[in-house]
């Protein structure tokens, strides 16, 4: 890093904005590090918000709107070193540029197994502020945190059947993470928009009222859009036991995100959305344990399903993203499984069923009641690791897209 008390070199005064965020970012791409058009418009905005007055300013802010890797860190610091000062620029922080200790020196240490209190559940976890023991003197400008990969982060491709509870549980935080835009519906209600495509006349005449009942300002309106319903039914029959505590973590996020309904399934139905709303991931799931009596007993789909439709709940399936999860072995006739999902179908704006099994190579729905249900399904997906509930939350945010064409199953 440079001196904090080292004025701005002269030549950097006048100098038009544009042209040096033009400059340094050519020089950058040269050097092997990758800045688009978005960064060096940032750059520019940076320095028009707040123009630094030291080097140390402008490092930072060259560095925060233009490098986007660590590994590009390097060429950075050599770059602004051969630009901005004589003496060199040096890297950041101290531990970066000291050199490594002699092999013999070093001293093996176990690895801690409590988990990581910062940034558990995100992609990467975050050094203390405070690191003791080092030999070299403080830095005179500002530091940041390094980004360290988690054990989420190793886990993406594992299936969930060779996690333990402990790994399990580190879903929960991930998935909330996770959930970006949610499919919206859209309502009969109309409000007041700037792009709206229709004009609405009684709010441009009330508006006219302060320009002489002269309609100048014309108010157009658009429908309003509303969050879409999601509902999620989870098997959590004994061939499920390794996948249905996931996938409640799944519907506990959405209860959480979204307002979605959860019912746990296997010879009976059970709603679990009051005890997923909790606000502590391991009381919720506790609970929703205690509450289905059935667990790990056998698999009834069709009957739960007929259950549902038959029940006070059948309503918000009306307009709703049915999430299904389950390996499709249902101990019900293949044919009472179909007539069921028909009826879904025909209250559902989209059915996607996520099958642990579609991602195996070569999967297909040769399972009766499985193949019976894949002509009611818009989406088969697969559901048995990280990474494939991560595609789930995506495939669940394209139900705004126009479906085209036969089922799809992704693996």
Same mark, same amino acid.
């Given at each position: %890093? ?41 750059? #520019?905005?940076?320095l ?32 602004? &070193? ?5 003496? !060199?620029? !040096? ?6 540029r ?10 093996? #240490? ?7 209190q ?24 500002p530091?940041?945190?390094?980004? %360290? ?70 108010? +157009? ?18 061939s ?5 505590t996931a996938y ?11 307002d979605?309904?959860?019912f ?29 009596g ?15 439709l ?5 309503n ?15 101990s ?11 009826? @879904?179908?025909?209250? &559902? ?17 040769? @399972?009766?009641? %499985? ?23 995506d ?7 126009? #479906?085209? !064409?036969?089922? +799809?199953?992704?693996?």
């Amino acid at each position: %890093m440079t001196n904090g008390s080292g004025p701005v070199p002269p030549p950097l005064r006048g100098v038009d904005r544009a042209a040096l965020a033009a400059g340094l970012t050519r020089r950058l791409r040269d050097r092997g590090v990758s800045v688009d058009l978005s960064a060096a418009e940032g750059f #520019v905005r940076a320095l028009a918000a707040q123009p630094p007055s030291t080097r140390t300013e402008l490092y930072w802010t060259a560095r925060i709107s233009l490098v986007r890797r660590q590994s590009d860190l390097a060429a950075f610091d050599a770059l602004f &070193a051969a630009l901005f000062t004589e003496a !060199g620029l !040096g890297a950041d922080p101290h531990a970066r540029r000291r050199p490594l200790p002699p092999t013999g020196t070093l001293t093996a #240490v176990p690895a801690p197994t409590a988990p990581a209190q910062h940034g558990s559940g995100l992609p990467w976890a975050t050094l203390p502020a405070v690191v003791g023991g080092s030999d070299h003197a403080a830095d005179a400008g500002p530091a940041v945190p390094q980004r %360290m990969p988690t054990a989420a982060a190793g886990l993406t491709d594992v299936p969930f059947e060779a996690l333990d509870d402990e790994q399990l549980a580190l879903l929960d935080a991930w998935l909330g993470a996770q959930l970006p835009r949610l499919p919206t519906r859209r309502t009969r209600r109309l409000a007041a928009r700037r792009s709206g495509s229709r004009a609405a006349l009684r709010e441009t005449m009330a508006r006219s009222r302060r320009t002489s009942w002269e309609p100048i300002e014309l108010v +157009r309106i658009r429908p309003v859009r509303r969050p879409r319903r999601l509902v999620l039914l989870c098997d959590v029959s004994r061939s499920m036991q390794a996948e249905a505590t996931a996938y409640l973590q799944l519907g506990r996020a959405l209860v959480r995100a979204a307002d979605a309904e959860v019912f746990a399934f296997a010879t009976g139905l059970t709603r679990l959305t009051p005890v997923l709303r909790r606000r502590s991931a391991a009381a919720a799931m506790a609970q929703a344990t205690e509450a289905v009596g059935d667990r790990f007993g056998g698999t009834r789909i069709a009957a739960n399903l007929h259950a549902l439709l038959a029940s006070r709940h059948a309503n918000l399936l009306r307009g709703a993203i049915v999430l299904i999860g389950s390996d499709g072995w249902d101990s019900c006739p293949a044919a009472e499984l179909a007539t069921e999902l028909a009826r @879904v179908r025909r209250r &559902a704006h989209r059915i996607l069923w996520i099958n642990p099994r579609a991602g195996a190579p070569g999967f297909r729905p040769r @399972v009766a009641s %499985m193949a019976a249900a894949l002509p009611y399904c818009d989406r088969v997906l697969p559901g048995d690791t990280f990474a494939a509930l991560r595609r789930v939350i995506d495939a669940i945010a394209d139900c705004d897209l126009p #479906v085209r !064409g036969p089922v +799809r199953t992704t693996a």
